[in-house]
């Protein structure tokens, strides 16, 4: 909208119990680097992985939203997603399957319970 100023990126917020154990599981299972931390045991942070930017909150800052949050993040290729997030020991809560709306999606849970969905377009199934 002209004049407005332009939105340039977009981050979701993931309340969590703990952000060190938060941080480890995004690093070690789903391969985000850390690009920002405060506070050593950390109190906040911000990941990231190609264009997907995720912070990581302590829920003692919004009780309420422990393990309710949800991203979707849109993949070039959910199969070799998936075969590269379970060669790093991510457990995954729903397996690479095709859905009738035309995308081909797998989801995992953090250790709080917030989902993450990687989906890429295909032909529906007949």
Known sequence: MAGQGRLTGFSAVFTVRDVATSLAFYTDRLGFAVQFRMGEPPTYAIIEREAVSLHL?????????????????????????????????????????DYSYGMRE?????????????????????
């Open 57 to 97: 909150m302590p829920a003692s800052q919004d009780p309420a939203g422990l393990g309710t949050s949800s991203i979707y993040v849109y993949v070039d290729d959910v199969d070799a997603l998936h075969a590269g997030l379970v060669a790093m020991g991510c457990p995954i809560e729903i397996a690479p399957e």
């Open 106 to 126: 797998t989801s995992v849970r953090d250790p709080d319970g917030n989902r993450f969905t990687f989906g890429a377009e295909v032909e529906p199934p007949t």
